[in-house]
């Protein structure tokens, strides 16, 4: 593994999936252990999948405790019915919560069935303060830079929110779905303020199609245009690649 820096940001450059799902677990779990009500921030998608199967085994093994952790997801579809194979509820409940010890009441996704979606994302926010804020928060990073649903933009969000998707991003989804029509349209999503307040931030990113977003995440300017770029003024950020993702940095 090799360990470099841009500004600021600690970048580990594994060898392997593999290798950067175990050193994503080390660190993730060297923090829940040191606080038991810990408040863990998640992402779906398959970048943090190994790092997901890393703490279901260190939990079985009986290493880490999620019994009084507490858990906040970036984001969700909306409208979209928890039970749908696709929600992102589903997937972290497959993923991760069935697999550890955890209280379902004490995860939250964002309610991709609310009935008054404004609310909901003021009280996501009040709640995740009410937690103490979120210790950690894991990312991944999309191939345009986004983090959470904060797409490519003139500016930055702060808070929780809900934001209609692109035709590209329903058109790249609708894969997962019977048909186009039954994607949704809209997600709710953390704001890239939400995710800065996190004190400690752990992304993961694997694969050639993300050297780019990731070269200009560390190196480009700062601009909502690679919304991840804002990462740069957090105090505590380790950026987890392999080689393939870190192939446009070395
Ligand atoms: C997921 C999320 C997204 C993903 C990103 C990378 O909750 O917020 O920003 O982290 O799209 O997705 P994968 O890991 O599937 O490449």
């Known amino acids: 593994m090799k360990k470099m820096q841009f500004h600021g940001i600690k970048v580990l450059v594994c060898d392997s999936y593999d290798e950067l799902s175990a050193e994503a677990t080390k660190i993730v779990a060297g923090a829940i252990k040191k606080k038991p009500r810990f408040v863990l921030g998640l992402a779906t998608g398959t970048s943090p999948l190994g790092l997901y199967k890393g703490l279901a085994k ?19 579809y909306y409208p979209i019915d928890p039970k749908n194979d696709q929600s ?7 993923n991760l919560f069935n697999k550890i010890n955890i209280k379902k009441k004490n995860t939250r996704v964002p309610d991709g069935q609310a009935k008054d979606v404004k609310a909901f994302c003021e009280s996501y926010e009040e709640d ?13 990073i999309g191939r ?15 808070k929780t929110h809900v934001v209609t998707l692109t035709k590209n991003t329903i058109e790249a989804n609708s894969r997962f779905f019977e048909s186009a029509d039954l ?3 809209k997600a709710i999503t953390m704001g890239v303020g939400t995710i800065m ?7 993961v990113v694997n694969g050639e199609n993300k050297a780019d977003a990731v070269k200009g995440m560390l190196t480009g300017d700062v601009t909502p245009k690679n919304q991840a770029s804002i990462l740069r003024f957090h105090k505590d ?8 993702a870190a192939s446009k940095i070395l």
Do not use: C, W
Not at 58 to 76: H, P, W
Not at 237 to 244: A, G, P, Y
């Open 58 to 76: 260190a939990n079985k093994a009986g290493e880490i405790d999620f019994s009084e952790v507490r858990t906040f997801n970036l984001d969700e």
């Open 88 to 94: 992102y509820r589903y997937f972290m409940n497959k």
């Open 128 to 140: 995740i303060k009410a937690a103490g804020g979120i210790d950690l928060q894991v990312l991944g």
């Open 144 to 158: 345009n830079g986004h983090i959470g649903f904060n797409e490519p933009a003139d500016k930055f969000y702060d």
């Open 183 to 185: 994607v949704p349209k």
């Open 197 to 203: 307040r996190a004190k400690k931030i752990v992304m």
């Open 237 to 244: 950020v380790t950026v987890i690649l392999d080689k393939e």
